[in-house]
């Protein structure tokens, strides 16, 4: 099983950017697609980002698309997540996950657990 420690996360004025980590143990890590989710205050949690196991292919929510970039080391085994142009409504925690295949990341009733996730804070 790969258990995930997400980090990264901060203060910034809009306009501004953020990299969140996540760090992943377990063997079979490169083996997932990986993806990122976030939960606003009074919100249900939604899927952001998430890439294939190769690192070629990947998946954006039209919210954070040309302002966010998912990335992946598996030799580090872990996910990055690049936040550029930063909006308040970006403000939430944000999780990583992994999954069976790109297109099983948009399914979160998939996922059967989460980790603390990272705050994002984004002030006006």
């Known amino acids: 099983q790969v258990q995930l420690l997400e980090s990264g996360g901060g203060l910034v004025q809009a306009g501004g950017s953020l990299r969140l980590s996540c760090a992943a143990s377990g063997r079979r890590f490169s083996t997932y697609a990986a993806g990122w989710f976030r939960q606003a205050p009074g919100k249900e949690r939604e899927f952001v980002a998430a890439?294939?196991?190769?690192?070629?292919?990947?998946n954006y929510a039209d919210s954070v698309k040309g302002r966010f970039s998912i990335s992946r080391d598996n030799a580090k085994n872990t996910v990055y997540l690049q936040m550029n142009s930063l909006r308040p409504e970006d403000t939430a925690v944000y999780y990583c996950?992994?999954?069976?295949?790109?297109?099983?990341?948009?399914?979160?009733?998939?996922?059967?657990?989460w980790g603390q996730g990272t705050q994002v804070t984004v002030s006006s």
């Open positions: 890439i294939r196991w190769t690192g070629v292919n990947t």
């Open positions: 996950n992994v999954g069976p295949s790109l297109a099983a990341m948009t399914d979160l009733s998939a996922f059967g657990s």
